[in-house]
């Protein structure tokens, strides 16, 4: 037989001998996404080729017939068994488990049944025939009903495996796009030749090109699985993350589309609403819940919502959905529970009313009546009372504390500040508050940090008060004054501003006991408990204070205690504080 009758043999094989070749690429890939499927997929598409091929050369009319009906039963399963590469591959592995896939699976083996029992119904072919040399063994017969059927089945399980490639390739852009498409198109030329095939359409009588095409299906496919490797980086991890990000999301979120209908919902979001998400789909967002109205197109807006566990607010942040064209599709709305954080809000604004106002107005008087009575008293029960005066006295100047605070953290606006002459108006103020204090200040470098100045001025005069008050080591402070600036004595406090390359640092050093341990792990903890507390605010306004202005503080209590806070450095150059120009 001439090598140019033998062309479909040797095309068979070829395409039978690189199926084996991708199968042994793939077989240590088999754990990732699809990758068995397609092994499948490959096996049988081996077993069509390699029959077809042997066929050819079968004359034996039994045998033949045995070989052509091998040849249509891979046929019929190269469909379903590639919509189940399909969904894997893409990260819609749940199908395969579906009724859907089943009736799938379930109608290939009807037909696959029905060409094996082909000679005793004739539903698929009648009249079959092997040709006689000097050609290879082809065959006639005339195709009925069934085979229409078989060619149906199977161009559609390839159609719907391949659209489910295309929404890869339209869904992700070009991240999946040159190995999605080759594979897309891969099965084409097969197709073209089974079609063509069905309707005995062939160069020569009784003809099947489809084997021989399955070369050029086994090209794209090998470009696909080695030359893009497919395997390597899949679209099933991003769309199992996409589900995850939704769909395991502790908070509930809600997508709708442009007139506020549900398209989807997370089982977070069934169970806060109190909805099923198959009853809530396509219906009005404000028919699934009852409360405030949630306006899509707010980017952060509160709701108070009433669903099963009573009445919740949520603060409700909302998305924009486009597609890959910048086309507007809807709104993904992410539901956050704030009940709690406001009510505490809620409760610790009474709190902190009470105390500011209506206990400090009443500390006044206290203050007040133990002043004159302190006056009036003889010298036994003044000093009773002395020290209920200075209790209250301290318990006034911690409410001021409080309030100078609250009024400079809540104040946003920030410039350029120079650090130097806030230290030196904070020293000067409390020079004149505390007449005795033995105040120094060491260094006053240059140093400019942008921040609220106010706020500034509230830390710099929290962390010298607390200095002058705890750090004091002689009663005697005014000989010590004086023998500081004689240079024989060391001062009680000690205040330095230092600049670095990027930096500037107030350094405030007492020659006092130290900040207890205790206090200095709390503030370092950021919480208080019943065992373990600071004995005062001061602390804790400086350590808010310094994180608000985006700086850092640390405490050395090896000798006295040394509070060091490093600011970000602002650029000499620029200057919106009037008091670096005077």
């Given at each position: 037989?001439a090598?140019?009758?033998l062309?479909?043999?040797?095309g068979?094989?070829?395409?039978?001998?690189g199926?084996?070749?991708?199968?042994?690429?793939?077989?240590?890939?088999?754990?990732?996404?699809?990758?068995?499927?397609?092994?499948?997929?490959?096996?049988?598409?081996?077993?069509?080729?390699?029959?077809?091929?042997?066929?050819?050369?079968?004359?034996?009319?039994?045998?033949r017939?045995?070989?052509e009906?091998l040849?249509?039963?891979?046929?019929?399963?190269?469909?379903?068994?590639f919509?189940?590469f399909?969904?894997a591959?893409?990260?819609?592995g749940?199908?395969?488990?579906?009724?859907?896939?089943?009736?799938?699976?379930?109608?290939?083996?009807?037909?696959?049944a029905?060409?094996?029992?082909?000679?005793?119904?004739?539903v698929?072919?009648e009249?079959?025939?092997?040709?006689?040399?000097?050609?290879?063994?082809?065959v006639?017969f005339?195709?009925k009903?069934?085979?229409?059927?078989?060619?149906?089945?199977?161009?559609?399980?390839a159609?719907?495996?391949?659209l489910?490639?295309?929404?890869?390739?339209v869904?992700?852009g070009?991240?999946?796009?040159?190995?999605a498409?080759?594979?897309?198109?891969?099965?084409?030329p097969?197709?073209?030749g089974?079609?063509?095939?069905?309707?005995?359409?062939a160069?020569?009588?009784?003809l099947?090109?489809?084997?021989v095409?399955?070369?050029l299906?086994?090209?794209?496919d090998?470009y696909?699985?080695?030359?893009?490797?497919?395997?390597?980086?899949h679209?099933a991890?991003?769309?199992?993350?996409?589900?995850?990000?939704?769909a395991?999301?502790g908070?509930?979120?809600?997508?709708?589309?442009?007139?506020?209908r549900?398209?989807?919902?997370?089982?977070?979001?069934?169970?806060?609403?109190?909805v099923?998400a198959?009853?809530?789909?396509?219906?009005?967002?404000?028919d699934?819940?009852?409360?405030?109205?949630?306006?899509?197109?707010?980017?952060?807006?509160?709701a108070?919502?009433?669903?099963?566990?009573?009445?919740?607010?949520f603060?409700?942040?909302?998305?924009e959905?486009?597609?890959?064209?910048?086309?507007?599709?809807g709104?993904?709305l992410?539901f956050?529970?704030?009940?709690?954080?406001?009510?505490?809000?809620?409760?610790?604004?009474?709190l902190n009313?009470?105390?500011?106002h209506?206990?400090?107005?009443?500390?006044?008087?206290?203050?007040?009546t133990l002043?004159?009575?302190?006056?009036?008293a003889?010298e036994?029960m003044?000093a009773?009372?002395?020290p209920?005066?200075?209790?209250?006295?301290?318990?006034?100047d911690?409410?001021?504390?409080?309030?100078a605070?609250?009024?400079?953290?809540?104040?946003?606006?920030?410039s350029?500040?120079?650090?130097?002459?806030?230290?030196?108006s904070?020293?000067?103020?409390?020079?004149?508050?505390?007449?005795d204090a033995?105040?120094?200040?060491?260094?006053?470098?240059?140093?400019?940090?942008r921040?609220?100045r106010d706020?500034l001025?509230?830390?710099?005069?929290?962390?010298?008060?607390?200095?002058?008050?705890?750090?004091?080591?002689?009663?005697?402070?005014?000989?010590?004054?004086?023998?500081?600036?004689?240079?024989?004595?060391?001062?009680?406090?000690?205040?330095a501003?230092t600049?670095?390359?990027?930096?500037v640092?107030?350094?405030?050093r007492?020659?006092?006991?130290?900040v207890p341990?205790?206090?200095?792990?709390?503030?370092?903890?950021g919480?208080?408990?019943?065992?373990?507390?600071?004995?005062?605010?001061?602390?804790?306004?400086v350590?808010?204070?310094?994180?608000?202005?985006?700086?850092?503080i640390?405490?050395?209590?090896s000798?006295?205690?040394?509070a060091?806070?490093?600011?970000?450095?602002?650029?000499d150059?620029?200057?919106?504080d009037?008091?670096?120009?005077?």
């Amino acid at each position: 037989m001439a090598p140019a009758v033998l062309w479909p043999v040797l095309g068979s094989l070829g395409a039978a001998g690189g199926t084996l070749a991708l199968v042994w690429y793939l077989w240590d890939r088999r754990d990732r996404p699809g990758a068995s499927w397609l092994v499948a997929v490959l096996g049988v598409q081996f077993v069509l080729t390699a029959s077809y091929a042997v066929g050819y050369l079968v004359f034996d009319p039994t045998l033949r017939l045995a070989v052509e009906i091998l040849f249509w039963v891979a046929y019929i399963w190269l469909g379903a068994l590639f919509v189940a590469f399909g969904l894997a591959y893409t990260g819609r592995g749940h199908v395969i488990r579906s009724p859907f896939f089943g009736a799938l699976v379930a109608f290939s083996v009807a037909l696959s049944a029905l060409v094996v029992t082909n000679p005793l119904h004739h539903v698929v072919w009648e009249g079959f025939r092997v040709l006689p040399p000097p050609g290879l063994a082809t065959v006639e017969f005339t195709r009925k009903s069934g085979a229409i059927l078989v060619l149906g089945v199977s161009a559609l399980g390839a159609a719907v495996g391949t659209l489910l490639l295309v929404d890869t390739i339209v869904s992700y852009g070009r991240l999946y796009r040159a190995e999605a498409l080759a594979v897309a198109i891969s099965p084409l030329p097969p197709g073209i030749g089974f079609v063509l095939w069905t309707f005995d359409v062939a160069p020569e009588p009784g003809l099947n090109v489809a084997p021989v095409l399955f070369l050029l299906h086994v090209c794209i496919d090998a470009y696909a699985f080695v030359g893009g490797g497919m395997f390597d980086f899949h679209p099933a991890t991003r769309r199992a993350g996409n589900r995850a990000a939704i769909a395991d999301l502790g908070s509930p979120v809600v997508v709708v589309d442009e007139q506020e209908r549900v398209v989807t919902l997370n089982p977070a979001a069934e169970r806060t609403l109190g909805v099923e998400a198959q009853r809530a789909l396509t219906r009005p967002l404000a028919d699934c819940y009852e409360g405030d109205r949630v306006d899509p197109t707010v980017t952060e807006q509160d709701a108070t919502v009433r669903v099963a566990a009573g009445t919740r607010t949520f603060k409700i942040t909302s998305t924009e959905l486009a597609d890959s064209t910048g086309t507007h599709l809807g709104y993904t709305l992410v539901f956050q529970d704030i009940t709690d954080e406001r009510r505490r809000e809620q409760r610790l604004a009474v709190l902190n009313r009470v105390l500011r106002h209506n206990l400090r107005n009443d500390l006044t008087v206290v203050r007040m009546t133990l002043g004159e009575a302190v006056d009036r008293a003889d010298e036994d029960m003044a000093a009773l009372l002395d020290p209920a005066r200075r209790k209250t006295e301290g318990l006034i100047d911690l409410s001021e504390k409080a309030r100078a605070f609250e009024r400079v953290i809540d104040d946003e606006t920030e410039s350029v500040v120079a650090v130097s002459p806030v230290v030196e108006s904070v020293v000067a103020d409390i020079r004149a508050e505390h007449p005795d204090a033995d105040l120094h200040i060491a260094e006053t470098d240059v140093g400019r940090v942008r921040t609220n100045r106010d706020l500034l001025d509230v830390v710099v005069g929290n962390l010298v008060e607390n200095a002058v008050e705890h750090g004091s080591t002689s009663p005697d402070s005014g000989t010590r004054r004086d023998a500081v600036e004689h240079g024989s004595a060391s001062p009680d406090v000690t205040v330095a501003v230092t600049t670095g390359d990027d930096t500037v640092t107030v350094t405030v050093r007492d020659r006092g006991p130290g900040v207890p341990e205790h206090e200095l792990a709390v503030i370092r903890d950021g919480d208080e408990s019943a065992l373990e507390h600071g004995s005062g605010l001061g602390l804790w306004i400086v350590q808010w204070g310094v994180t608000a202005a985006g700086g850092e503080i640390d405490f050395d209590t090896s000798d006295g205690t040394t509070a060091t806070v490093t600011f970000p450095r602002a650029e000499d150059s620029v200057s919106e504080d009037p008091a670096l120009d005077r």
